[in-house]
């Protein structure tokens, strides 16, 4: 799920920013620190959307930096279990499918790709479901939920399930959104 939190932290400003106004050389510091990264309780750091609020700032012996505390706001994705999600497949291997969600790749082991016995066509890369023939291949959007989220310094892992009507390869659920209509 995207957020958009208010975290309260100490920002360094390198003196190679002091040339630029404060608000701005705050920003820059915290576009080249927290940008990109992730934070076991904030999740993925994105995007430093404002900043609210700066202390005065504080210089200590022996770094030329100037370190002010920071009130902003930041754009940031944390995956949550039984969250529906919707992403690209990125790669095909024969345990699983990989999809991008947000900023990282989830895995949908085979056996959760889909609602029926799936096969993996070496040569081709895809899954094929034995009784409907529905595929998944590479650069398919799917839907699905999330099953399990383990994210730290060591371990990124986001498990997912297309194993329920509406969720799988979404040109699947169009179609059976048109066959619900008809009825």
Known sequence: MYKLITIEDK????PKNFNLD???????SLQDTAESKLDSDYGFLLSVNDILEIGEGRIYPGDGAIYYNVRYRMLT????VNEIVEGEIV?????GAFVRIGPIDAMAHISQSM??????DKKNSIFV???????LK???IVR?????????KNEKKVALTMRSKWLGNVKYIEQLKKKVKKK
């Open 91 to 95: 790669d095909v291997a024969s345990f």
């Open 138 to 140: 590479e650069g398919d």
């Open 115 to 120: 609602d029926d016995k799936v096969m993996f």
């Open 11 to 14: 920002v360094r400003v390198d």
């Open 144 to 152: 699905a939920r999330i099953v399990s989220v383990s994210l730290s």
């Open 129 to 135: 479901g034995k009784k409907t023939k529905k595929t």
């Open 77 to 80: 994705f944390v995956p949550e």
């Open 22 to 28: 404060i608000k701005d050389a705050v920003k820059k």
